[in-house]
T-cell receptor, first 114, second 116 residues
């Protein structure tokens, strides 16, 4: 199984809502990532979990709250978002400090904030 | 900090022809890893090809090959016998380390159009 599964594929939420994005992988990878991607732009790193510990937070606003319940799951909790947070949110996984060490990406969750 | 530059926002190629996408990067590390990812309109990022810096031999995967010039810090992607399904955004990426973890630093991307 070489898939990273993200749910939901599409999400529309108001600025006062609380929602979550979910990501799951069964490749035994111990690093998981959240990237944000605006249209026609490259992915921008938000968070990295390595061995279930938050290791990189790229100064992301607190309205985004990541969670890594176990080595297979990664959540992104969303609260009081702004319209400019509308984007494609990509989850990825990899095996730390390995070769080739590429990231495997999910199909993304398209978020629209009204 | 490492940076990745893709100087061609858009490229086009005729079906069955060859196209080369450019990528340069900046790093002070001596050993590192480089990747090309493809993102079709379906939006999933798919690995195309990878290169380890200490390997002098250029990587090849079927119709895809790279021209890796370490001294020039250049990592271009050549697509031979282009197919309609190759149309996508192509991102060059550098595997960087930060805070004891690893991350990918992406270039801005090149949109490839394949004309029938």
């Amino acid at each position: 199984d070489t898939e990273v599964t993200q749910t939901p594929k599409h999400l529309v939420m108001g600025m006062t809502n609380k929602k979550s994005l979910k990501c799951e992988q069964h490749m035994g990878h111990r690093a998981m990532y959240w990237y944000k991607q605006k249209a026609k732009k490259p992915p921008e790193l938000m968070f990295v979990y390595s061995y279930e510990k938050l290791s990189i937070n790229e100064s992301v606003p607190s309205r985004f709250s990541p969670e890594c319940p176990n080595s297979s799951l990664l959540n992104l909790h969303l609260h009081a978002l702004q319209p400019e947070d509308s984007a494609l949110y990509l989850c990825a996984s990899s095996q730390p400090w390995s070769w080739p060490g590429e990231l495997f990406f999910g199909e993304g969750s398209r978020l629209t904030v009204l | 900090a490492q940076t990745v530059t893709q100087s061609q926002p858009e490229m086009s190629v005729q079906e069955a022809e060859t196209v080369t996408l450019s990528c340069t990067y900046d790093t002070s590390e001596s050993d590192y890893y480089l990747f090309w990812y493809k993102q079709p309109p379906s939006r999933q990022m798919i690995l195309v090809i990878r290169q380890e810096a200490y390997k002098q031999q250029n990587a090849t995967e079927n119709r895809f090959s790279v021209n890796f010039q370490k001294a020039a810090k250049s990592f271009s992607l050549k697509i031979s016998d282009s197919q309609l399904g190759d149309a996508a955004m192509y991102f060059c990426a550098y595997r960087a380390t930060q805070g004891g973890s690893e991350k990918l630093v992406f270039g801005k991307g090149t949109k490839l159009t394949v004309n029938p």
